[in-house]
């Protein structure tokens, strides 16, 4: 079993910059080949942020948020990392950490991921 943990969301101003984390575990958490993020919206469907295979070689980030926010992971500390730069309201949702063992290329489908952690919500005001 791989536990996801998330922390650091709260309620920020428009233009404000954030940073999410995911701290992992458990029995069978190095086998996992990929992390990321989604996020959920009152009202609307989870959608893809990004993910980061473990080896960096493969990063993927939706079209909403490239050039604002920066996935990473540390190794040492089995976290993986958003960094949320330029924040909007639309931003506005609950965040969850992701993650998998069989792949290692970004997939869009949150079905897709084995794991989730139970979320951290993100507010932006204008």
């Known amino acids: 079993q791989v536990q996801l943990v998330e922390s650091g969301g709260r309620a920020v101003q428009a233009g404000d910059s954030l940073r999410l984390s995911c701290a992992a575990s458990g029995r069978t958490f190095s086998s996992v080949s990929i992390m990321g993020w989604f996020r959920q919206a009152p009202g609307k469907e989870r959608e893809f942020v990004s993910a980061?295979?473990?080896?960096?070689?493969?990063?993927g980030y939706a079209d909403s948020v490239k050039g604002r926010f920066t996935i990473s992971y540390n190794n040492a500390k089995d976290t993986v990392y958003l960094d949320m730069n330029s924040l909007k309201p639309e931003d506005t949702a609950i965040y969850y950490c992701v993650a998998d063992r069989l792949f290692v290329t970004p997939r869009m489908s949150p079905n897709a991921y084995e794991y989730r952690g139970q979320g951290t919500p993100v507010t932006v005001s204008s």
């Open positions: 980061m295979s473990r080896g960096g070689g493969n990063t």
